[in-house]
């Protein structure tokens, strides 16, 4: 297992420096904060954006997984997991949260019926970046099944309920694509 | 449904990328969890590794939201440390003190219940309201503190922000806002629970209070209730006559 506090999110450098900015954050330094918040919303907007899609609703939920960091700095736990990962963490949550929460509206219906990521798109709308080529390569690695479940699951916020029954596999089936696709994913970019 | 431990394992993955909708699975494998540490360790790996995934989705936040979001961190309380109970080291601290000076601390005692009845008489007239004010701090550090709190911040349809922090283990809620226009003359916002078994108001914005309002405490949050405001004639009404501007589900 990878020593704590070494994240895969960046490299090994600045996920430190947001780990320390981190600290400070829940000492009150709002200073560090901003910091924090130019290093890390980019990937919590972009994240937020691409489960929810909703240009307005994605910037309630990207404000709210800040504020968020802010509030509850002081309870991220370095030895559990890099600044980066908590952060995403809450931020993926969030946004999984405020689709679900839509579940019996029609704008689900409409997310549901139109299946609306296609492993491609993983870095078409985003910056070009060495790491999002780096993701697209390792994801181009898995088996289809593997692929399709990730990318409904992370970027689509579907359930594996929800996954298993849009690529009509068993439950079974998709909860160990994912774990094994995931289990790929990291061995390929070197998570360990 | 009966999950074995082969089951439950599996479950690691999707519980990295939170695609287990089901509460009473995700318990499930969250108390099996704690006890299996290669399940933990699995799903630290592969958190981190979901978290490269949202890496290469990075996108420029719109412009303005570097100010909003620096705004209402300058005006958001941070959740305190948990911290360990210091009971016992305080009690024998004490017993150290009285062992040494028996007589002091006799005569300290007297003192200090000498100082009490003079503070108690001079206090008395104010005491009852201390005690709201207190107890009103209480509760809300209690909302703050609640390891199940959570915060949301929302827009109003009318533009104004709300900010609501509420714990369901605690059943209460804390509302703030800012930037809402004044209510129409004669109109006031009032705070509503919308729950499944009926409506219940949560309390009134004064006038004056438009642009800043609360905190606002309220008690008696349950489960699946939502979070409501509407424009009302003042003083407020015993159900809601008109279009939320607001809806925020209170979500677990």
Known sequence: ?192 | MRLSRADLHALTGAYAVDAIDDEPERERFERHMRRCQQCAGEVRDLTATATRLAFASSRPPPPDMRGTVLALVSQTRQLPPVVEHRGARSSAARAAWTGRFPMLSYAFAAACVGVAVVLLVVLIGTRQQLGRVQARNTALTAVLNAPDSRAVTQTTNDGGHATLVYSLRRHAMIFTSHGLPPPPPGKVYELWLIGPPHVRPAGLLGPGEAGRAGPILTTGVIKGDEFGMTVEPAGGTRKPTTTPILLIPLRA
């Not at chain 1, 910037?59 to 600044?83: H, I, N, Y």
């Not at chain 1, 798109?121 to 070009?128: L, Q, R």
């Open chain 1, 1 to 192: 297992m990878r020593p704590a506090g070494t994240g895969p999110g960046l490299p090994e450098g600045k996920d430190r420096d947001l780990d320390g900015l981190l600290a400070l954050v829940a000492r009150g330094d709002e200073g560090a904060f901003a910091r924090v918040y130019d290093q890390l919303a980019g990937p919590v907007y972009g994240l937020v954006r691409r489960v929810v899609r909703n240009p307005a609703q994605s910037e309630e939920v990207a404000q709210e997984v800040l504020l968020e960091v802010w509030r509850a700095a002081c309870r991220f736990d370095p030895t559990k997991g890099s600044a980066a990962t908590w952060v995403m963490t809450i931020a993926h949550r969030r946004a999984v949260d405020r689709v679900r929460s839509v579940e019996a509206s029609a704008e689900r219906e409409q997310r549901i019926a139109q299946p609306i990521v296609h492993a491609d798109d993983v870095a078409s709308t985003v910056e070009a970046s060495l790491e999002a080529e780096r993701v697209r390569r390792c994801l181009d690695g898995l088996t289809e099944l593997q692929r399709e479940s990730i990318t409904l699951a992370y970027y689509g916020g579907y359930s594996y309920r929800e996954v298993s029954q849009l690529l009509s596999s068993t439950l079974g089936t998709i909860k160990t694509r994912i774990r094994d696709g995931l289990i790929r994913l990291r061995d390929c970019m070197g998570v360990s």
